[in-house]
Every structure is written in structure tokens, then in C-alpha cells.
């Protein structure tokens, strides 16, 4: 697979598909352009969200220190994030959706947390420079609905239906066999926590499961994937965060074993977060944000809605549609720190109008290097086939209406 523009030069339209044109090859739709965006992106690097991050005896040896409180955002995660704000402006310049000069006419929504919060003004501010940005966030730590709808009561969610959902999705080898389908990741993972100690520390001891039911919350995983998934993500942003190579894995882990590791996030994704009971519950307030910025014709709408939320939210909306993309230094669909699902309004002469979806990051290694883009330097992108769609004979794009009663449907659960 590799990576598809945003836009062709001229603002002709690229799109990515399969069945008659093959995914990975492009073909011009001539005659469309962009005429609104919205995107779900996770916030920028952070550190682990608790000090120490695991519990005692899983390394054996100090974790690395941080420059800020735990689950902020870091000085490092916000550097990165201006240079891929300021993509993202030339982008939606090039598409005609903000202006070379004056203001953007952008909305951004962002969850509670500090580093939702921070992330969406360093976003804002590298995409509309020395503007007032829209943006609506309830006050810092205070629980969002929008973003946390299971966590706030806020959807009615059957504890019962979603693991029965997350055991099917497992499939017939469950989570144990995902265990043992990792086993050599995990030993190498048990390597890097160790160290010349090799016992008494790492991940591997617990079994790995389900944890038990508790009701009205999400389900969670126990054991070694579980572990596992949080070690790997602490890796992951040890790397992103351009620490010394001394101090990533306690310079037991290289850049190979880091993207081999976050396969265990990616595995608690597809487990916990994508499966459509599960998704359903955790979109019903991002997901009619969504459909309704797309669908809003008003001439006072922003061209622009950026949602500022978490790896938990990407991955569920990607559940939801059955998105795919594999962001270089990451395994396969794990939500890269800044990566965005966007969704683009397509419109053609005579006003009908499509939705597709793209995968929009910073490689692993350019958040680390703060990469600045430019020429033929540029973040990842991905045209991801939206499910059931096939507009214009090109399977994953969708018509503007089809896209809203899809989104519809699967928001309460009808299946097509």
C-alpha cells in the first residue's frame, strides 16, 4: 500500500480504490474539488498518563523522565504538531478552503483533557496564524460527553452485548490465541524491560483475557496484551518525543522494535474499540458532529471542523466505517500521536456532492526529527475506501447522502 496526495495538482481530485481501478493505483475524477473538511485527529505526543507508568516490577530499571506532567502534551509534540498544522494549511490553501491571507473560517472542537486542549490551539494557530480560531472544549479534566460517551453515561451501553461483540471479533482462537500469535514480540518486548536482569520483571507472567465485566463500561483487556499495549505505546512516545536513543528501552530498543510493538496497540484497538457495538457507543457523540459538518449547506459553515480527541476515538470511527492505513514506523491502523481520519466534500459542476475518507500523519520518524514539510517532503496520506460505497464506479467513495445514512445506520446499530 502506499501513500495517495490529498489533491493533485490543478485541484483535480485523486482517489484511491479497488474493484474496476485496483487500491494503491489513482484515478483523476475531473471536474471535482473540495469544499469541506472535517477531521477526527489524536492529540500530539504526551507522556505515559501516570507516574511510574506501570506497576512495580515490570522494568527493571527506572522509566525515563518527562519535561511536563503526566498525559501532557510535550514541547516536542507541540513543535511537531506546528509543522504538520502548517501542511495542513498549505493543503487546504492549495484546495481553495482557506485564504493565502486574512483568517480561516475553521471550528475546532476538543475533549477536556490538557493535551486534547493544547493540541487543538497549536493546530489552530499553525493553521490560521495570528487568528482567533473557534474553538469549544468544556473546562480542562471535566468529563465531555462528546468524546467519553460510555465513560459519561451519555449512550445507553450494554457491558454484556460489547464483550460478546469483542469475543466474536477475537474470533475463534480468542485473546489467548492473539497471545500466542505475539509470543516472540512479547519475548523481545520482556528483553527490552529487563534488560541483563531477565527475571523477576516484564510483561509476560499473566495470562492474557478479558478482564471482567464491569457494567456500563467499555471492555478491557488483562494479562500480558494488555501490559504489553501500554509498554509499547510508552516506547512509541519515547521515540516520537526525540528522547536519546540511550533513554528509549533504556537503550535496549531500536526504531524495528518499536513498529513491531505497537502492533499490541493496534490489537487492543481491533479488540476493544473497533467492533460495531463498541464503535457505535463510543461515535454517538463524535459521529453526528461529523456527519452534520459534512452535510451542514449553510453559507456561514467553516470549511473547516477539526475534533481534537484521542487514539480511543480514532480507532472506533475507523470501526465503525472499516478504515485501514499503516503509518511508516507504526504498525497497521495503530492511531499515530497528530493523525487524523479526514473526511472531504467532493463537489462537481453541477453541485452534487461525495465524501471520502483519508488517513492524514506524520511518519514515526518525522515527529521524532521534527521534520519540516515542504517540495516533496510530506506527511503520510491514505485514501481509505469507506465501506458499502461505491460512487462514480470507484468502490469506497461516497455520495454525500449515502455517506449521511451510513453513518446514520451505524450509529444505532442497523446493519445493511
Known amino acids: 500500500m502506499r501513500s495517495v496526495p490529498l489533491l493533485s495538482v490543478a485541484g483535480a481530485i485523486v482517489l484511491a480504490s479497488s474493484g474496476s481501478v485496483a ?32 506497576p512495580a516490577g515490570t522494568a527493571a ?154 457494567p456500563g463500561s467499555r471492555p478491557k483487556l488483562s494479562g500480558a496484551l494488555d501490559r504489553a499495549s501500554t509498554v509499547a505505546q510508552i516506547l512509541l512516545l519515547e521515540y516520537a518525543d526525540g528522547k536519546p536513543m540511550r533513554e528509549v528501552g533504556w537503550g535496549r530498543a531500536s526504531a524495528t522494535d518499536i513498529a513491531r510493538a505497537s502492533e499490541f496497540h493496534a490489537v487492543e484497538f481491533r479488540l476493544l474499540a473497533r467492533p460495531r457495538y463498541v464503535a457505535a457507543a463510543n461515535m454517538a457523540g463524535i ?17 473547516v471542523t477539526m475534533l481534537s480527541g484521542h487514539d480511543t476515538n480514532v480507532a472506533s470511527l475507523a470501526g465503525l466505517l472499516d478504515l485501514h492505513w499503516h503509518v511508516p514506523g507504526l504498525a497497521a491502523d495503530d492511531p499515530s500521536p497528530g493523525g487524523a481520519i479526514v ?23 518525522q515527529i521524532r526529527a521534527l521534520t519540516t514539510f515542504g517540495g516533496a517532503i510530506k506527511p503520510y496520506r491514505f485514501v481509505m475506501p469507506i465501506a458499502t460505497c461505491s460512487a462514480r464506479g470507484v468502490r469506497g467513495l461516497c455520495t454525500l447522502a449515502a455517506f449521511k445514512a451510513l453513518m446514520t445506520a451505524r450509529l444505532v446499530g442497523k446493519q445493511e
Open 287 to 303: 459521529g453526528p458532529v461529523v456527519r452534520d459538518a459534512l452535510g451542514d449547506m449553510s453559507a456561514n459553515a467553516p470549511a
Open 23 to 54: 487500491l494503491g493505483q489513482t484515478r483523476t475524477l475531473a471536474g471535482l474539488r473540495v469544499d469541506r473538511v472535517v477531521m477526527l485527529m489524536r492529540h500530539g505526543v504526551r507522556p505515559p498518563t501516570k507516574a511510574p507508568p506501570m
Open 61 to 214: 530499571e527506572a522509566w525515563p523522565a518527562w519535561p511536563v506532567k503526566p498525559g501532557y502534551l510535550t514541547p516536542h509534540g507541540a513543535d511537531a504538531l506546528r509543522r504538520l498544522g502548517a501542511a495542513d494549511r498549505a493543503n487546504l490553501m492549495m484546495a481553495g478552503l482557506i485564504p493565502r491571507r486574512g483568517c480561516a473560517k475553521i471550528r475546532i472542537v476538543a475533549d477536556s483533557d490538557q493535551r486534547t486542549i493544547a493540541t487543538a490551539g497549536v493546530w489552530g494557530a499553525a493553521v490560521s496564524p495570528g487568528c482567533a480560531v473557534a474553538m469549544t472544549h468544556q473546562p480542562q479534566d471535566v468529563g465531555d460527553p462528546i468524546f467519553s460517551p460510555i465513560d459519561e453515561h451519555a449512550v445507553a451501553f450494554d457491558a454484556d452485548v460489547a464483550r460478546a461483540a469483542v469475543l466474536a471479533g477475537a474470533g475463534p482462537n480468542g485473546v489467548a490465541g492473539e497471545e500466542r500469535r505475539l509470543r516472540p514480540v512479547l519475548s523481545r518486548l520482556d528483553q527490552i524491560l529487563c534488560g541483563p536482569a531477565r527475571t523477576a520483571c516484564g510483561v509476560v507472567g499473566v495470562p492474557s483475557a478479558l478482564a471482567p465485566i464491569k
Open 343 to 365: 473526511f472531504e466534500r467532493l463537489v462537481d459542476a453541477a453541485g452534487q456532492r461525495y465524501v471520502r475518507a483519508v488517513y492524514r500523519s506524520q511518519t514515526l520518524d
